[in-house]
Each structure stands twice: as C-alpha cells, then as structure tokens.
DNA sequence: TATGGATCCATA
DNA sequence: TATGGATCCATA
C-alpha cells in the first residue's frame, strides 16, 4: 500500500521528538505499507469497480487485518485479559479500550501501544462511513486534550482509491475542511496525524475485496 | 414534541446576551416543540417498537419536518436563489448553504437565521447515525471556530426516544463523553447547545413512523 | 461527482 | 443493552 500523503494536525512537546516515537511511527507506517491484496502478493492491486452500487465494487473489512496483526502479533486486548495478562507496556495490543469518558465506555482502538511511562499511541483504521472518521478524530482529540493518550494516528483512503471502495467510506478530502479546528485542539502536548493510504495497483483482473454481504441471504 | 433537557457547551460574548438571540432560541424551541405524530394531532405520540430489526420499528425521516417549516415557512435557499432572492437576512431559511470550508463545500444546514448585521443562526437537527453527530457537531464548531456562525443548535433524541427509531441514530447519551471537547473549542464568542427531544406519550396503537430504503434496507 | 443521510450488522 | 461499524440512498 502506498502512503501518498501524511498530515501532521499536532506535534507538540518532548514526546513528539523521542527517538521511541520516531520508533513507533517509522513501525507503524511499515505495517501500514505491509497492507496488500489479493493476500499473499506483498502489493495493493485493486480492482477499478465503482463501490457504490449494491453488491459491485470492493468492501473494506479486510484492508487494515495485515496491519494490524503484523503490529500487534495476534494480541488481543480482551483475550489476553481472559488469560490475567494485563500488563501491555512495551507492547502493540489489538482492541485496546479507550482510557477516555467515564458514563459510557467509548469503543476499542483498532491498535495500540503502551509505553512504558504512562500513555498509549493510538492507532485508528478508518473503514467507515465518512461521519464515522469524525467519531474516531473526535475521539483522538478527547485523549489528547485529557492527556489520555500521547498520539493519535488515523489512517484514511486517497480520493483516488475512495471510489473503488464501499460508498461513502472516509477519506482524505472531506476531512480537510476540518483540519483547521483539529489543529486548534487545547492539548499540552502530543502527537495527531492523518495517514493516507493509496493502491499501489489497478488491475481489472484482480478479484474483488469481498464485501461484508457476500453469503448472507439479502434478499 | 419534550426537550428534556438543554445542554449549552459554548454561550459567550455580546450575541449570547442579545435580545435578539434570546428572542430567536424562543422561537426555535418553540418550533420543536411543535414536531407531532401522528401528523394533525399537535403532540408526538410514538409507537413503542423497537427500531432495531429490518422493516420494524420507526423511521427518522418526518420528524423534523414540521419544525422546519413552521421555522422557515416554506423559504428554501435553493429555490429562492432560482428565483433571485438572496438577501435572507432577518429570516429563518431551509438547507442554507455553510461559510465554511473552500476546496470542498460542506454541504447544508438544515435551517438557519440570517442576522440583519453579520453572521448565522444555524440549526441541525441530527437524524442520522450517531456518528454523523459528530461530524453535525464538528461543522459548527468550526463555523464558531472561524467566526463564519454566531450560534449552533443540535437537535437529538433522549435516550429514551432512541430505542424506539432507527438503530443508531444520534442521542445524547452517546455524545456526552465528548461535551468537555467541544466546550473546549478555540472560539471568540458565540453559542453552541444541544437541544433533547423525547416523545409526549407511548401508544401501541399509534401508527409507526415509516422507514425508508436507506443503508442496507432491501427494496 | 459530491455530500448529508438512513438503514441494518457484528460483536461483546 | 451498548458501541463501532459497513453498506446503500436521495438529491443536487
């Protein structure tokens, strides 16, 4: 997968220019890259069908599944609570809850690590809806501004791989308009970054990413 | 239609304590107030279904319509453009276009006040998923953010409302943990609240609201 | 093409 | 019940 753009909303404080977040971030977008379909073929070749017809173009679910597993090495959050591992510093953990709100229980983070001092670097794959992406930058701006979390990385689709994929999936251009009151966030420090991902490769031969639908009785 | 409650995040500077705006929040609460169903019998009246399965339930769709059209008495942007009329100040008006954002237009408010000297009263009442809130939400704090609005009105349903329509929709409940963010907004001066509406009463005999084919309705 | 929305899904 | 999706719709 490639990363044809990266937008640095935050950066700000010692954290910021730790060699361990240099660390961190170089890992990250190297998971991110490891991306690729049809499985196995180490590149994102993507089929140029429209996603916004019923049943036609490529889903999402399966895009982030090499990254994240090559970060955290099949840990999850919750199962590893099962077996009383819940020391995660030093690690990248699956499913990992948000340390943020206190009324309702906010969600888990797609991935993230936990540093040895205090905080987490937070990582959030973006394949919902558009409204959906402004949840998860909502969510990332909370932590910073609590001091929850030390970064925030949210990786969203090019507009030039946007119309492949299911309608109306986040994507880099209907978020810029907002880029401005993100930056604005009141936070101490930290880190919040927007990740573009792009195919590497399009190819009208290449099979479709199977959208959630696929099998189960629609009609 | 109740408003249980009124959440006010932002309420500062000279408009916050204007006649005018305190003349204009009357008539706006006024307006939602008024929302009904059945159609006709000047109270709303909600079937206790449960709106999570296919085809049960109720829709979200005519809720609002009553209230925007008492508000703006039929004055759409649009077709008032087409006709010539593009001076609205000192008027309430339909799916008025955002100031906001110039490489990508931010789409519609559901309905807004043109203030005779400068400025906007927007009103968004957020019959979506839950996570379009938030974009809903973000929209007007970056209208407050960059001066471009003088106040922003979200309207959602309590939490007891909400398991009677469509799944997901936007509910305070759900919004709560992120108050301390959008109160933290960098703004000069302005208002932001989030009005709660809830049904009068409960009939097993009223009429459910009708769905539409959206999202992953089938026909 | 572009944008806000509306509707169900998967899982804990 | 609760939460983050995933998918398709309506309209300009």
């Not at 999402?60 to 090495?73: F, G």
């Not at 930058?137 to 969203?156: D, F, R, T």
């Not at 986040?170 to 907002?178: K, Q, T």
Request: proline residues 6%.
């Amino acid at each position: 997968m490639k990363i044809p753009h990266i937008e640095t909303l935050i950066s700000r404080g010692p954290f910021s220019e730790s060699a361990e977040w240099k660390r961190l971030r170089t890992e990250l977008l190297a998971a991110v890259r490891a991306a690729e379909w049809p499985p196995g073929t180490g590149t994102f070749t993507i089929r140029p069908e429209s996603g916004k017809k019923r049943g036609e173009g490529n889903g999402v679910k399966p895009i982030k599944d090499r990254t994240v597993s090559l970060l955290t090495a099949g840990r999850k959050y919750g199962e590893m609570k099962k077996r009383g591992l819940t020391d995660h510093r030093g690690t990248w953990v699956a499913e990992h809850p948000w340390p943020v709100g206190e009324r309702i229980k906010p969600g888990n983070m797609d991935a993230a690590y936990v540093l040895q001092d205090a905080g987490i670097v937070c990582l959030e794959w973006e394949t919902g809806n558009i409204s959906s992406s402004h949840r998860s930058m909502n969510k990332m701006c909370l932590g910073l501004h609590k001091g929850s979390i030390k970064a925030g990385i949210l990786v969203v689709p090019s507009r030039a791989l946007y119309p492949f994929l299911t309608d109306r999936i986040g994507n880099i251009a209907e978020l810029e308009p907002y880029f401005e009151l993100w930056r604005s966030t009141d936070c101490a420090e930290g880190v919040l970054e927007i990740v573009v991902i792009e195919h590497d490769a399009v190819d009208l031969k290449a099979p479709r990413i199977p959208k959630g639908t696929d099998g189960r009785a629609l009609t």
